[in-house]
Structure formats: structure tokens, C-alpha cells
């Protein structure tokens, strides 16, 4: 189990039972690791002694190759899988953290495993039925419902702990920012006119990014590859790492970059948008799909002209 040459922080057999034993003070002779694939900054292992299976998370050791938004986070995921124990909700059940770097030469977290499969997967396969998703798709509205109904005093954004924002057009502006000086520093394939124009359709809408009413707990990436199915159910929701106090609209089913909000999941979420809740989704979608174009070049993962044709979408629907 060597390193793929990507950031990903992939360990040994022997290391990975070394870590497991120390936690679980369990023998590690008998179990089984799999690399799981997915995601696109941490390694993944699933580990099964024969009674339980658990998950191993583990964090890169260089995050050059991440977005600043996406650096030092760690240890809020593991914060946030001990909140949705706490409400009881269908996440991972955090069993350890370590970011003390001594075992291990980056923080990890064992979680424990849901059995599911993944939603996007299913969908592509055709295995659920349009009611199922339908279903599904409500439940996530539901779910997210949850997650947004827990209020706080101030924008809160993991990879600047510190940093305070006076209202939610200063908290979006400083995640395009940041994301920009990504772009630019990693060579992505845009000219600098695309990014000007960005940031003054941003300016542009201030007022609509300013008319959030509350600061919500939001699950900004509660996309359908973090979302796990079992008999036509959700059966869990993993990634807990890109979870902000915010607008509760950064909720990532409201901006789904297919530029659609599903009608299951907003009346799961027992919503009905009005006119700057329309305007913030299409700024939130052009942040995701630019998102991903940077994530891509960082990870040297290729050039997608979709993504560039999404972004030019998305920003040609805001100055209409």
C-alpha cells in the first residue's frame, strides 16, 4: 500500500495495524484493509476484524495540492461527527482522532462504517426507481433541515478559525477570494478578465448576499457521492469536514451545479425560495463549479471543458 503519487497520505499494512492496535488495543493480525476509492484529499481504508468493520480516515501530510478552504480542517470534522452523535444523526460514529503526528505522520480518525452504497453510483447504475430517488431526495432535504436548524452568533469558516466576518457578502467574498488566489496560483486555464468578472457580479448582488436572516450550521458538500443509500433509503452521510456557520443556503442541494433545485428536497426542507435565495444559489453554484475546476488542476486530474462551459453558464445566468 504505497503512495499513488497523488496528495493522498497512504500508509502501509503494518502502520495501519500499528495505529489500530494502539486505539482499539485490539490484535491486528486477522483483519483486512481496503483502500477505498473516492475524494479527492483523504486516504480511505476499510478495516474488518471478522466481527466489526470500521473506516480509517487519514489526512495528506503536504495540503499544497488543496484549496485553502480545504487546509487545516481535521480536526473540525472530527468536531462534527461528535455534534451529529450528538443529534442523533446518520453520520459516522467518531471512535478516534489523533493529530498529535507520533504514530501516524498526519492527523487520521477512525470512524465507524455505515453499510450503504453510494447514491451517485445507484443513480448511474439505474438501480433505484424515480420514486426512490424522489424519496431519497426528500429525505436529504430533511436531513439537512436538521443540520441548518442549529443557530449561531457569527460566520464561522474552519480553515480561518479566527477570522470574523461582519455579514454573510463579506464571509462569500472572502471564500471566492480565497479560491481565486488558488486558481491563479496553480495556473488554472482562465484569464484574468473571468476572475474580475467574478468578483463584480459578487459586488453586484451584495444586497441579495446580505439578506440572510440567520447564521445556520450547513453541510456545504451533502452532494450524492457523500450520500449512502440502502432499500431505497438514506442510510448515512459521510464527509463532515465542509460543514460552515453560514446561510443555510450553501446547503449543497440547493446549488447543485445541474443548475436545478430538486422539488423533493425543498419540500423536505419545507422551503420555498424567494428572490436573494434565488439570486445566492446561482453564486453559490459558480463557487462550486469553480471549485472544482482549481481542485482539478491542483490535483493535476486533467482539464474538463464542462466545468468551464458550467462556469460560463453560471455566470451568464447571474448577469441576466
Given at each position: 500500500?504505497?503512495n ?147 443557530k449561531g ?10 477570522k ?7 464571509f462569500?467574498?472572502?471564500m ?86 430538486s ?7 419545507n422551503?420555498e ?9 446561482e ?38
Open positions: 500500500m504505497s499513488s503519487g497523488s496528495s493522498k497520505n497512504y500508509q502501509s499494512e503494518s502502520k495501519i495495524k500499528e495505529m489500530y492496535e494502539f486505539h482499539f488495543k485490539k490484535d491486528s493480525s486477522n483483519i483486512s484493509i481496503v483502500k477505498l476509492s473516492g475524494g479527492l484529499k483523504n486516504a480511505v481504508y476499510l478495516l474488518d476484524d471478522g466481527e466489526e468493520k470500521i473506516v480509517l480516515k487519514i489526512a495528506p501530510v503536504d495540503e499544497t495540492k488543496m484549496i485553502s478552504a480545504d487546509r487545516g480542517i481535521f480536526w473540525w470534522e472530527a468536531k462534527m461527527l461528535e455534534k451529529m452523535e450528538n443529534m442523533k444523526f446518520p453520520a459516522p460514529r467518531l471512535l478516534a482522532f489523533d493529530d498529535t503526528c507520533t504514530i501516524c505522520n498526519s492527523p487520521y480518525i477512525f470512524m465507524t462504517y455505515i453499510d450503504g452504497k453510494n447514491f451517485l453510483g445507484e443513480k448511474e447504475k439505474g438501480t433505484l426507481s424515480a420514486e426512490e430517488i424522489s424519496n431519497i431526495e426528500y429525505e436529504l432535504g430533511v436531513l439537512s433541515k436538521k443540520i441548518t436548524s442549529i452568533e457569527n460566520f464561522f469558516f474552519p480553515s480561518q478559525p479566527t470574523v466576518f461582519k455579514d454573510n457578502y463579506e462569500v467574498l472572502n471566492f477570494s480565497l479560491l481565486i488566489d488558488d486558481a491563479k496560483t496553480c495556473g488554472v486555464d482562465l484569464p484574468e478578465v473571468v476572475y474580475s468578472n467574478i468578483m463584480n457580479l459578487i459586488h453586484s448582488k451584495s444586497e441579495s448576499l446580505k439578506n440572510v436572516k440567520d447564521i445556520s450550521l450547513t453541510h456545504t458538500d451533502i452532494w450524492d457521492g457523500n450520500v449512502l443509500v440502502k432499500d431505497g433509503k438514506v442510510a448515512g452521510i459521510v464527509d463532515f469536514s465542509d460543514l460552515y456557520f453560514c446561510d443555510e443556503i450553501l446547503t449543497f442541494y440547493f446549488h447543485t451545479i445541474d443548475g436545478i433545485t422539488e423533493h428536497f425543498l419540500s423536505g426542507y422551503k425560495l424567494n428572490y436573494d435565495e434565488k439570486i445566492r444559489i453564486i453559490y453554484r459558480m463557487y462550486v463549479i469553480l471549485k472544482m475546476i482549481v481542485d482539478c488542476k491542483l490535483k493535476e486530474y486533467g482539464r474538463f471543458d464542462w466545468m468551464y462551459q458550467n462556469l460560463d453558464n453560471r455566470m451568464r445566468k447571474l448577469i441576466k
